[in-house]
T-cell receptor, first 114, second 114 residues
Framework: QQQVKQSPQSLIVQKGGISIINCAYE??????FPWYQQFPGKGPALLIA???DVSEKKEGRFTISFNKSAKQFSLHIMDSQPGDSATYFC?????????????WGLGTSLAVNP | DGGITQSPKYLFRKEGQNVTLSCEQN?????MYWYRQDPGQGLRLIYY???????QKGDIAEGYSVSREKKESFPLTVTSAQKNPTAFYLC?????????????FGDGTRLSIL
């Protein structure tokens, strides 16, 4: 009930291509889904987040697609650049009740080849 | 510039020794968090604090201790009871304990065993 399953574990994309990372969850009480980006030797930073009342959110080249019935959400990086090479984490949380923590995916290491 | 400062960047622990990792924030955030990051395991919550003088155990609190005597500071002690302390430790903060707010991370402390 508390897991967030992220795939793929690693991804190699050519410059200009589309990077797609997927996450699936089980707990239907989750109602906030952020994506974090982490560069080597640094802490993660919030990239983009979505709530389940919308099916898609776009910020620049980054888009979250959300499928509530399938309990899945994904990150799309359009026109991928070498500077996007990082580890990406999806997460899920609920701010109701006593569950006061983010449930993190295991991460996807993205490499964008020049 | 506002942010989170973790120190030291690298730390070595001898057998049977307690070590303390520092985390300071000047963002005026109420909530602070400690995570442990191991390769392929994502982020695991050690402790969190939503307000000064209060903190809660996360998923892997055994062998760790914290204090929150000041709003700006949330030090983590790795005790000798933690048998496998080698990891990358990340401190984070958010404006309040609501999990639909961004968590701002420091750049981590890498702890190794001598």
């Amino acid at each position: 009930q508390q897991q967030v399953k992220q795939s793929p574990q690693s991804l190699i994309v050519q410059k200009g291509g589309i990077s797609i990372i997927n996450c699936a969850y089980e707990n239907t009480a989750f109602d906030y889904f952020p994506w974090y980006q982490q560069f080597p030797g640094k802490g993660p930073a919030l990239l983009i987040a979505i709530r389940p009342d919308v099916s898609e959110k776009k910020e620049g080249r980054f888009t979250i697609s959300f499928n509530k019935s399938a309990k899945q959400f994904s990150l799309h990086i359009m026109d991928s650049q070498p500077g996007d090479s990082a580890t990406y984490f999806c997460a899920a949380s609920t701010y109701a009740g006593n569950n006061r923590k983010l449930i993190w995916g295991l991460g996807t290491s993205l490499a964008v080849n020049p | 510039d506002g942010g989170i400062t973790q120190s030291p960047k690298y730390l070595f622990r001898k057998e049977g020794q307690n070590v303390t990792l520092s985390c300071e924030q000047n963002l005026n955030h109420d909530a602070m968090y400690w995570y442990r990051q191991d390769p392929g395991q994502g982020l695991r919550l050690i402790y969190y604090s939503q307000i000064v003088n209060d903190f809660q155990k996360g998923d892997i609190a055994e062998g760790y201790s914290v204090s929150r005597e000041k709003k700006e500071s949330f030090p983590l002690t790795v005790t000798s009871a933690q048998k496998n302390p080698t990891a990358f430790y990340l401190c984070a903060s958010s404006r309040t304990g609501r999990l639909d707010q961004p968590q701002h991370f420091g750049d981590g402390t890498r702890l190794s065993i001598l």
